[in-house]
């Protein structure tokens, strides 16, 4: 496709339960982002990944949140045991090159409910 | 560390005015610098950067945002509204170094009256 998908656009689950957001990023971009976006904390960086180098993770609020990126392009966002307070958008986001001058292409991001 | 602050979570402006939404910056030299636009239900939409080349940048849709080091701001102007713009509006920054990890404002929703 022509932008950064993400999928599902919606998810809504129990508390408690395991959730996987997953994010295409647009075809050759290297770098991919995720963020958080939530009515208590606004735009939250989440984590980084640039090529085949080791992310930086050092956004993640708790050790619940994991993700990974496989053969460099498709990743997934995984939240563990749910939380009310992890209700938010996630938004995904990639870049053609490293620098942060470059632009990021953002995602419509998956709108996360936890009931 | 690095911060961003949007004076303003709200505000309005009538059809043709002048739109002026602030932004300013805390860092220790000065950042990489962003404005993105959010429409309903849509991802972020880059408008305009500054990375240290001119201190008056043009974006698009008629947006632009002019630097001041003084002032530690980068206030996003367009000279004539037009209801297409109703949005929410995030500055960001980032450092100059390794990732783009942006640090967001808290956003302003811009309302257009007609």
């Known amino acids: 496709g022509a932008g950064v998908s993400q999928s599902p656009s919606n998810k809504v689950t129990e508390k408690g339960k395991d959730v996987e957001l997953r994010c295409d990023p647009i075809?050759?971009?290297?770098?991919l982002y995720w963020y958080r976006q939530s009515l208590g904390q606004g735009l939250e960086f989440l984590i980084y990944f640039q090529g085949n180098s080791a992310p930086d993770k050092s956004g993640l609020p708790s050790d619940r949140f994991s993700a990974e990126r496989t053969g460099g392009s498709v990743s997934t966002l995984t939240i563990q045991r749910t939380q009310q307070e992890d209700s938010a958008v996630y938004l995904c986001?990639?870049?053609?090159?490293?620098?942060?001058?470059?632009?990021?292409?953002f995602g419509q991001g998956t709108r996360l409910t936890v009931v | 560390a690095q911060s961003v602050t949007q004076l303003g979570s709200h505000v309005s402006v009538s059809e043709g005015a002048l739109v002026l939404l602030r932004c300013n910056y805390s860092?220790?030299?000065?950042?990489?610098l962003f404005w993105y636009v959010q429409y309903p239900n849509q991802g972020l939409q880059l408008l305009l950067k500054y990375t240290s080349a001119a201190t008056l940048v043009k974006g698009i849709n008629g947006f632009e945002a002019e630097f001041k080091k003084s002032e530690t701001s980068f206030h996003l102007t367009k000279p004539s509204a037009h209801m297409r713009d109703a949005a929410e509006y995030f500055c960001?920054?980032?450092?100059?170094?390794?990732?783009?990890?942006?640090?967001f404002g808290q956003g302003t929703r811009l309302t257009i009256n007609p």
């Open positions: 986001a990639s870049s053609p090159a490293q620098g942060a001058d470059t632009e990021a292409f």
């Open positions: 960001a920054v980032s450092p100059l170094q390794g990732a783009q990890k942006l640090v």
């Open positions: 860092s220790s030299v000065p950042p990489y």
């Open positions: 075809s050759g971009h290297t770098a």
